[in-house]
């Protein structure tokens, strides 16, 4: 499976970005997708999750109501929507997908809020 993100750069606080990731390969299976974000120093945080099957979809407190996790099972793609945006979501976001968890990751693109 390989994960493919894109939508990334730099907004002002308050503002809005969409990130997409696109899965491609042997993705049937696939039960678990979702968004991680890291900044240097600190431990990979799980930002959003989506469990595929039971259309269940979690959140991080801190991005609670800013941020929305969606999928398009037909096209393998996932998103992003991040409203709100503030200084301390700065950070590289990764796309990671599974069947329980994280095994599958992409290469991340970088969000900046200034």
């Known amino acids: 499976v390989q994960l493919v993100e894109s939508g990334g750069g730099s907004v002002q606080t308050g503002g809005s970005l969409r990130l997409s990731c696109v899965a491609s390969g042997y993705t049937n299976g696939l039960n678990y997708m979702a968004w991680f974000r890291q900044t240097p120093g600190k431990e990979r945080e799980a930002v959003a999750a989506?469990?595929?099957?039971?259309?269940?979809?979690s959140y991080v407190p801190s991005v609670k109501g800013r941020f929305t996790i969606s999928q398009n099972k037909v096209n393998n793609t996932m998103w992003l929507h991040m409203n709100s945006l503030q200084p301390e979501d700065t950070a590289t976001y990764l796309c990671a997908a599974g069947y329980v968890g994280p095994i599958y990751w992409g290469q991340g693109t970088q969000v900046t809020v200034s």
């Open positions: 989506l469990y595929i099957d039971g259309d269940r979809a």
